[in-house]
Structures are given as C-alpha cells and as structure tokens.
C-alpha cells in the first residue's frame, strides 16, 4: 500500500496550505488516517544561547504560546477538512524542524510526509527551503513535497 | 482543488527508480492515473586542447537503440496502468521538469538515491534539484522503502 498513514507538516504559511489539500485528496482516495503537524522550532536550538533562552520564558508564556498554536492549528485543519475535521489528528511538538518530522514520522509509523516547498521565514526562501532540502535527504519516509 | 491525473517518473535503470516506478504506478492505480517514465541522457563531450570531441552519430545511434531497448523491457515488466516511455537528451533535472510541463502532468515521483550516489554528497541529487525546480508537487521515495 501507497499510504496509509500521512503525516502533514504546517507551518501556516501558502506552501503548507496548498500540501494540506494533497493530503486531503490522498485521505480521500487512499483512505489514509491524517495526522497534521506544527514544529514550534526553537531559534536558539544550536547556539550556545540555548538555554540561557529557555530562561527567558516563563512556563506560563511557554503555555500561551502553546495553545495559540494549538488554536491556530485546529483553525486550519477545520477550515480544510470541513466535516472530515474530526477524523484528522493534531499536534504541535518543540525542536528542530527536521528531527522533529522524522521522529514524530517513526514514533507514529507514518509511511509518507507531506511538506510545503519552502518555509515562512526569509532566510528559508533564500536557501529556497532549506528544511525541506534536508527533509527530501534525510527522510526514511517518502516525502511528498508541495509548492 | 489538486487531482491526480498523470505521474512523471524519471527512471535510470537503477533498483531505487525502479522502487519509484512501483511507487508511481500504485499510487496512478489509485487514481486511475496513467505514468510517464522518462529516461533522460547526456552524451559525453571530450575537451581537447584545441576543441572539442563529440560522440558520432554510429555511437549515438548505439546508445538511443540500446535505452530505448532497456525503456522497453522496463514497461513490458510492469502492468496494472497505461505506462508511456520516453527518451530525452539533456540535463536530467531539466527534462524532467520541461516534460513535466509539455505532458502537462500533476504530480512527479522519483528515488532519491540514483546512480551518482557519491556525487550527492557534493552537488545534490537529480531528486533535489526536481523538487526546486518543479512547479507540480514532488514525492521523493528514499532507497530502502519497501
């Protein structure tokens, strides 16, 4: 079987919208289970600052952060999925983008990801997606890429 | 709303495009898609201290008939959709892409781990290079995916 069981990445951007109504398409006709997921990547992840970083936040700014992005997710999945809303799953994990996706493909046996062609921020669009160049390398999973 | 009504796959002889064309003509069963493997090819070009030397048209005959041979095979091995071949002279990227537009196809399928594996390591793979380039959306299928 192609897929069964799709993992979707969103980072709210156009890209991610367009690759969220392929996996609504894929869900439709292979009758694959969705999973659609936000990485909160963490800017600090490589430096030395990083934990000099976390202590910036206080957990109850970590918490608000959480569940705006929570909300925002939800937002966009009801808005794609319409009625079928229900049946797709959600999360939001912390951590470096592409880590993130690979772990979370293999803790939820996902047999194939789908991603937007390139990320919000500018220096992602000067690289023309770094995090999906290095997802299309390091994916143990087929990647679906979306533009 | 996407649909998915012809799947472009480049193949190079190799077992991972071979897993790719599989993965291509599964997922165009699925859809009642039909596929397009397409081989693209360069001929070698010597630099010479004074000019350049091309390959002849007896050898490039040679190497047309026998890909052209291989693309045969490779389709009379598979089965379950209509399955085009093609054979194209150029930067294998860029064929890619341009076929994709000309055949006007909605979706490309294609191993990330072709022949040049260690050229990878320096320049990309043909794979990352389509996923730039291509406006339609891209599924890379990793060596070793079943």
């Known amino acids: 079987m192609v897929a069964r069981s799709i993992l979707v990445a969103t980072d709210f951007s156009q890209p991610s919208r367009r690759a969220l109504e392929w996996a609504r398409l894929l869900r439709a006709r292979l009758d694959a289970a969705i999973l659609v997921a936000h990485v909160d990547a963490d800017p600090f992840a490589h430096t030395t600052l990083r934990d000099d970083a976390a202590k910036w936040q206080t957990d109850s700014e970590r918490g608000r952060r959480m569940e705006w992005l929570k909300s925002e997710l939800n937002e966009q999945v009801d808005d794609l999925f319409g009625p079928d809303a229900q049946a797709v799953r959600q999360v939001v994990v912390h951590g470096e983008t592409v880590e993130a996706l690979i772990e979370l493909a293999l803790e939820r046996d996902a047999d194939l990801l789908v991603v937007g062609a390139s990320g919000k921020n500018a220096v992602d669009r000067l690289l023309l997606g770094s995090t999906t160049q290095e997802l299309v390398q390091r994916s143990p999973i087929p990647v679906l890429t979306v533009h | ?146």
């Open chain 2, 1 to 146: 709303m996407p649909e998915i009504r012809r799947i472009i796959c480049p193949v190079d002889f190799s077992e991972p495009s071979e897993k790719a064309l599989d993965y291509a003509i599964e997922l165009a069963a699925k859809f009642g898609a039909d596929v397009q493997a397409i081989h693209a090819y360069q001929l070698p070009v010597y630099a010479l201290p004074d000019g350049a030397m091309m390959a002849g048209p007896e050898f490039t005959t040679k190497v047309t008939d026998e890909l052209q041979k291989a693309l045969k095979e490779l389709s009379a091995r598979k089965s379950g959709v209509k399955l085009e071949t093609h054979l194209v002279e150029g930067i294998p990227y860029k064929e890619v892409v341009r076929m994709t537009e000309e055949l006007d196809a909605d979706l490309v399928v294609m191993g990330t781990h072709g022949r040049t594996g260690l050229k990878h390591l320096l320049l990309g793979s043909v794979a990352e290079r389509v996923v730039r380039s291509s406006k339609v959306p891209v599924i890379t299928v990793p060596t070793g995916e079943g």
